[in-house]
């Protein structure tokens, strides 16, 4: 780009040293600082035997120093989505060092003196990253540092000038840079072009509101967060110094763009694209509608129906087949009909979940919907996960589970033959989202063996975590706990505590005892709790907090074995 680094100079460059890097806790670190650390984690890994290194920061700054360093060693990168226990012993079957927050990592060496770099090579430099799991396992997947800088370039020439006219322009995300897009846009991008990113990533993006003296700020961002809006009640600082948000991860359905352009003053720029094709298109709904517009340098076609694409971010020159049905639309754009490789075979019978999953949402009972199978003894069985639209938690109250299933049942009885119709059902508020706000298949099985609400993580560290759970009128926890006034039993937040506990730290031992437990406002149905969860590795002591808008509602302590005080 005409006024930023290649991304292959970052690091070699010279005369930057008082170039933005990050904003660390209102400091800002510049980039002699930043290549004081490049440096020491080259020291640090070329000192390793072994090519590939994972690599796994919560913070961007130390996540791009180690970057930097294990190419300028001659390391491959593996770049986790994670650092959950699942994941970790995955990885130590794929590469040899282990890096940053993860167990088992190498220790930074001590402070050394920079040195001067060549640029990196584009072609040679290479890193690992992984597919974000929505459709089964995590897919790894080789990255030329040149597709990295190629799409960078492409986005900036498309409508990143407009950002980059500002030099005081601060970037903040809520996605992960262990992901493409959060790697982009909240990590390369900034890098380049010399506008500094804040390290600590958002959880809610009303965190942005009220800042003193704001600078022009982009907001990396996923459709999960701007979905969860709040409703705009006037003017704020916010709307003054956003100049610009991104969305990414899949589309944004068109309330939640008009939503955010009234709540925020801007109105978000989709990108769409995957972990596999880098990015093949874009559109801003105020000005597009439905259209998506390619960027510069994607070629694109029509396939039997599916698009195919073609352009730099891709590892070779032939065409890519993805699995996104499209029509072509006026001057040159397309538009997205769904996926097409969601097909199951029911007794026999071909089955699209994709099909199923987009008459569920032409109901006006249902604002969102995904479809999945599950395991009947030998056979397979339907089943759906359905967000509820307004007009649709009205009926669900007045009706039941049940009524409630059956006339959804009966929408889809005129294009989805009987052996397809969903026979299990889940009511959420919100679809299950991981820290790349994808809706994994994982999690939404999760939501069939346990009898509790989906699980939002806003968080998920080795020995902290975050997350959300939005407590439906519908939840069985509440039968029989009051008829005359619905309360979530005591008991029941401290069992979902335990059930997080264990699915995000992995913890296997039987609890051994509670302690310090505390219950303070009573939880009603439609309250959207906080679970806050601490882990003491050494004596697997889990301390937990539950808290929503009203104020503080459960904590305690969790003993998952016992140990001496």
């Known amino acids: ?211 003193p003296n704001p600078t022009p700020a982009l907001l990396v961002a996923s459709p999960a967060h701007l979905k969860r809006l709040p409703d705009p009640s006037g003017p704020t600082p916010t709307h003054r110094h956003i100049e610009a948000i991104l969305s990414s991860g899949g589309p944004l359905p068109p309330e939640a763009a008009l939503h955010t352009a009234a709540s925020l003053g801007v109105a978000p720029i989709e990108i769409f694209g995957s972990s596999e094709t880098g990015g093949i298109a874009w559109r801003q709904r105020t000005i597009h509608g439905d259209r998506w517009q390619p960027l510069p340098l994607v070629e694109w076609r029509i396939d039997d129906g599916l698009l195919a694409v073609r352009s730099p971010y891709l590892p070779s020159a032939d065409w890519w087949l993805t699995a996104d049905r499209v029509r072509a639309d006026r001057e040159g754009s397309f538009v997205l009909l769904g996926r097409a490789d969601r097909i199951v075979k029911i007794e026999e019978k071909r089955v699209s979940l994709s099909a199923i999953e987009r008459r569920l ?27 509820p639209s307004e007009a649709g938690r009205e009926q669900l109250a007045a009706q039941g589970r049940r009524r409630f299933n059956e006339t959804l049942r009966a929408w889809l009885a ?19 989202l991981n820290a790349q706000g994808k809706t994994t298949e994982a999690s939404l099985i999760a939501l069939f063996d346990a009898d509790m609400p989906p699980v939002q993580w806003i968080e998920r560290g080795t020995t902290h975590a975050l997350a959300e759970l939005s407590v439906e009128a519908g939840e069985r926890a509440f039968d029989g706990h009051f008829p005359e006034a619905a309360i979530l039993p005591g008991v029941v937040q401290v069992d979902w505590a335990i059930r997080c506990a264990r699915d995000c730290f992995e913890l296997a031992a039987p609890v051994r005892s509670l302690e310090i437990l505390k219950f303070q406002h009573p939880v009603l149905p439609g309250t959207r709790l906080h679970l806050e969860l601490q882990l003491r590795p050494a004596t697997e002591v889990v301390t937990f907090r539950i808290t929503s808008s009203v104020g503080a509602h459960a904590s305690g302590r969790v003993l998952f074995k016992a140990f001496d005080v």
Do not use: C
């Open 414 to 432: 005129d294009s989805v033959e009987r052996i397809a119709l969903p026979r299990r059902w889940r009511h959420v508020s919100a679809l299950p």
């Open 361 to 387: 949402t032409e109901s006006p009972l249902i604002a969102e919907a995904r479809v999945l199978t599950l395991a009947a003894g030998v056979s397979l069985r339907v089943a759906a996960v359905v967000v």
């Open 1 to 211: 780009m005409s006024d930023g680094l290649p991304l292959t100079e970052v690091a070699s460059r010279t005369g930057l040293a008082e170039r933005a890097i990050a904003w660390r806790n209102g400091g800002l670190l510049r980039r002699d600082a930043f290549l004081h650390q490049v440096a020491r984690w080259q020291a640090a890994l070329a000192a390793q035997s072994g090519q590939r290194v994972a690599i796994y920061f919560e913070d961007p700054f130390d996540f791009a120093a180690a970057l930097y360093g294990a190419w300028y060693a001659g390391k491959t990168p593996y770049l986790p989505g994670d650092a959950q226990p699942a994941t970790v012993e995955r990885l130590r079957a794929m590469v040899d060092i282990l890096a940053g927050d993860l167990p088992g990592a190498i220790s930074l060496t001590s402070a050394v003196a920079a040195q001067p770099n060549q640029p990196l090579d584009p072609v040679n430099t290479r890193l690992v990253m992984f597919t974000s799991g929505s459709s089964g396992e995590p897919t790894a997947l080789e990255k030329k540092l040149a597709q990295l800088d190629d799409e960078i370039h492409t986005q900036h020439e498309a409508f990143g000038r407009h950002w980059a006219r500002h030099p005081d322009l601060s970037i903040y995300s809520t996605v992960t840079h262990q992901h493409i897009y959060g790697l982009l846009f909240f990590v390369l991008w900034p890098l380049s072009a010399g506008r500094p990113f804040v390290t600590r990533r958002i959880t809610y993006i009303e965190e942005m509101i009220g800042r």
